[in-house]
């Protein structure tokens, strides 16, 4: 059944009997009697001509695994793997608004310098690198109306409060694929980060790093931005070219 199912995936039109026989080593009558218990399962549907493709069921099974992903277990696994190799604090922030709110957190445990960026603490977009992220996805009109709209209050000394300095980090942002805090949010404390996209090509979160300064390392950006890849592959996103 499992030969089948993939040859039927690989191709986009109904394929004939005999030939899936042959690409799945199937005897014919051992196809035939298979393909007619799955087109009864709605697997697989047979054509007037007596091809076969994929039948309806396996859209309804797919959109039920989607439905039951969780952006919060997928990511840990890697998040985790990130906090081993690093020993620092690894978050996961999701968009709401205007402001960035932190799911998930991995403590590092290896300095009392608090972070902000605990479980359900928020934050505004431009102060934060993950908020960054989804400032560049908004595009220049967007990102004056929020600018407009928020008057881009500051948290620290070194806050972006003024449009052209913040259009002039999101074009850093946009041409690196990671951000940066620095100091922004709370002094002493730096991130970096980059996106995760769901099998869509939606950015849906951000995965951060968030160190003491004097522990901050922008040589760990690749290694952010290879997990943060990770789990956007886990999530079913394909980067273009990779179809």
Not at 85 to 93: A, H, I, K, P
Request: charged content about 25%; some cysteine; proline content about 5%.
């Amino acid at each position: 059944m499992m030969k089948l199912l993939d040859v039927l995936a690989m191709h986009p039109d109904p394929v004939p009997l005999k030939q899936l026989a042959a690409e799945t080593g199937l005897h014919p009558s051992t196809a035939h009697r298979i393909l007619g218990a799955m087109t009864g399962s709605g697997f697989v549907e047979r054509s007037e001509a007596g091809a076969y493709r994929l039948g309806i069921r396996l859209l309804e099974l797919g959109s039920l695994v989607k439905s039951r992903i969780s952006l919060r277990e997928t990511a840990m696994a890697a998040m985790l793997r990130l906090h081993a190799t690093t020993g620092e604090s690894v978050n996961l922030g999701i968009r709401a608004g205007d402001e960035i709110v932190y799911v998930e957190r991995t403590s590092s445990g290896r300095s009392s310098v608090r972070v902000v960026h605990i479980v359900g603490a928020r934050a505004p977009l431009h102060t934060t690198a993950t908020g960054k992220l989804f400032l560049v996805e908004d595009g220049p009109q967007k990102v004056k109306d929020y600018a407009r709209r928020t008057h881009l209050p500051g948290s620290t000394p070194t806050s972006i409060t003024t449009l052209s300095a913040l259009e002039k980090e999101l074009d850093k942002v946009r041409r690196h694929g990671v951000a940066y805090d620095m100091d922004e949010v709370e002094n002493g404390v730096r991130c970096i980060a980059a996106g995760i996209r769901d099998d869509s090509g939606e950015l849906v979160a951000g995965l951060s790093l968030s160190t003491p300064s004097e522990r901050f390392n922008p040589d760990w950006a690749p290694l952010i931005r290879q997990t943060a890849d990770e789990i956007s592959s886990a999530l079913g996103y394909l980067p273009p070219g990779g179809r």
